[in-house]
Nanobody, 124 residues
Framework: QVQLVESGGGLVQAGGSLRLSCAAS????????MGWFRQAPGKEREFVAA????????NYADSVKGRFTISRDNAKNTVYLQMNSLKPEDTAVYYC?????????????????WGQGTQVTVSS
Protein backbone atom coordinates (compact mmCIF):
# COMPACT_ATOMS: atom_id res chain seq x y z
CA GLN A 1 0.00 0.00 0.00
CA VAL A 2 2.88 2.33 0.76
CA GLN A 3 6.04 2.43 -1.28
CA LEU A 4 9.08 4.13 0.22
CA VAL A 5 12.14 5.19 -1.75
CA GLU A 6 15.23 6.53 -0.01
CA SER A 7 17.75 8.80 -1.67
CA GLY A 8 20.57 11.13 -0.76
CA GLY A 9 23.18 8.68 0.41
CA GLY A 10 26.78 8.89 -0.66
CA LEU A 11 30.38 9.19 0.41
CA VAL A 12 31.35 12.02 2.74
CA GLN A 13 34.28 12.87 4.95
CA ALA A 14 34.06 12.78 8.72
CA GLY A 15 32.48 15.97 9.98
CA GLY A 16 30.45 16.42 6.82
CA SER A 17 26.71 16.39 6.29
CA LEU A 18 24.11 14.59 4.23
CA ARG A 19 20.36 14.83 3.96
CA LEU A 20 18.50 11.64 3.25
CA SER A 21 15.05 11.72 1.72
CA CYS A 22 12.29 9.15 1.86
CA ALA A 23 9.58 9.71 -0.72
CA ALA A 24 6.31 7.87 -0.29
CA SER A 25 3.76 6.85 -2.87
CA UNK A 26 0.53 4.91 -2.78
CA UNK A 27 -0.72 6.56 0.41
CA UNK A 28 -0.35 9.82 2.21
CA UNK A 29 1.85 9.59 5.27
CA UNK A 30 -0.50 11.62 7.44
CA UNK A 31 -1.69 8.49 9.28
CA UNK A 32 1.76 7.01 9.83
CA UNK A 33 4.67 7.20 12.16
CA MET A 34 7.99 7.31 10.36
CA GLY A 35 11.39 6.01 11.30
CA TRP A 36 14.95 5.76 10.10
CA PHE A 37 17.06 2.69 10.75
CA ARG A 38 20.53 1.72 9.69
CA GLN A 39 22.43 -1.49 9.18
CA ALA A 40 26.18 -1.87 8.94
CA PRO A 41 27.83 -4.99 7.48
CA GLY A 42 27.61 -7.86 9.93
CA LYS A 43 25.38 -5.89 12.28
CA GLU A 44 21.70 -5.93 13.08
CA ARG A 45 19.44 -3.17 11.86
CA GLU A 46 19.31 -0.48 14.53
CA PHE A 47 17.04 2.40 15.34
CA VAL A 48 18.21 5.87 14.40
CA ALA A 49 15.30 8.29 14.58
CA ALA A 50 11.51 8.37 14.58
CA UNK A 51 8.75 10.87 14.03
CA UNK A 52 5.02 10.90 14.67
CA UNK A 53 3.62 12.52 11.55
CA UNK A 54 0.51 13.99 13.09
CA UNK A 55 1.92 15.06 16.44
CA UNK A 56 5.39 16.08 15.38
CA UNK A 57 7.17 14.24 18.18
CA UNK A 58 10.67 12.98 17.53
CA ASN A 59 12.96 10.44 19.13
CA TYR A 60 16.61 9.69 18.50
CA ALA A 61 19.11 7.01 19.30
CA ASP A 62 21.70 8.17 21.82
CA SER A 63 24.43 7.75 19.23
CA VAL A 64 22.95 10.41 16.94
CA LYS A 65 21.37 12.87 19.37
CA GLY A 66 22.44 16.40 18.63
CA ARG A 67 23.72 15.46 15.18
CA PHE A 68 20.74 14.06 13.27
CA THR A 69 17.33 15.60 12.70
CA ILE A 70 14.25 13.86 11.35
CA SER A 71 11.64 16.03 9.67
CA ARG A 72 8.76 15.89 7.25
CA ASP A 73 7.28 17.79 4.32
CA ASN A 74 3.55 17.27 4.11
CA ALA A 75 3.22 18.74 0.62
CA LYS A 76 5.85 16.40 -0.79
CA ASN A 77 4.79 13.39 1.31
CA THR A 78 8.42 12.99 2.23
CA VAL A 79 10.43 12.43 5.39
CA TYR A 80 14.03 13.56 5.77
CA LEU A 81 17.02 12.73 7.89
CA GLN A 82 19.50 15.57 8.19
CA MET A 83 22.84 14.11 9.22
CA ASN A 84 25.49 16.49 10.53
CA SER A 85 28.91 15.96 12.08
CA LEU A 86 29.10 12.54 10.51
CA LYS A 87 31.44 9.95 11.95
CA PRO A 88 32.92 6.82 10.38
CA GLU A 89 30.75 4.74 12.69
CA ASP A 90 27.69 6.22 10.97
CA THR A 91 28.58 4.20 7.87
CA ALA A 92 25.66 1.93 7.05
CA VAL A 93 22.74 1.36 4.76
CA TYR A 94 19.97 3.65 5.93
CA TYR A 95 16.35 2.59 5.66
CA CYS A 96 13.17 4.55 6.12
CA UNK A 97 10.09 2.86 7.46
CA UNK A 98 6.42 3.61 8.04
CA UNK A 99 4.19 2.36 10.83
CA UNK A 100 0.41 2.45 11.00
CA UNK A 101 0.34 4.59 14.09
CA UNK A 102 -0.54 8.12 15.09
CA UNK A 103 2.00 7.92 17.90
CA UNK A 104 5.74 7.63 17.66
CA UNK A 105 7.20 4.17 17.09
CA UNK A 106 10.76 3.21 17.97
CA UNK A 107 10.52 -0.60 17.84
CA UNK A 108 11.68 -2.08 14.56
CA UNK A 109 9.16 -4.90 14.49
CA UNK A 110 6.27 -2.46 14.76
CA UNK A 111 6.97 -0.94 11.34
CA UNK A 112 4.84 -2.07 8.41
CA UNK A 113 6.63 -0.74 5.33
CA TRP A 114 10.29 -0.37 4.46
CA GLY A 115 12.31 1.29 1.75
CA GLN A 116 15.13 -0.35 -0.15
CA GLY A 117 17.86 1.54 1.67
CA THR A 118 20.52 4.04 0.69
CA GLN A 119 24.22 3.68 1.40
CA VAL A 120 25.99 6.22 3.58
CA THR A 121 29.76 5.96 3.82
CA VAL A 122 31.78 8.26 6.06
CA SER A 123 35.52 8.32 5.57
CA SER A 124 37.98 9.29 8.27
Amino acid sequence: QVQLVESGGGLVQAGGSLRLSCAASGRTLSNYAMGWFRQAPGKEREFVAALSWSGGRTNYADSVKGRFTISRDNAKNTVYLQMNSLKPEDTAVYYCAAALSFTIVVIRTRYDYWGQGTQVTVSS
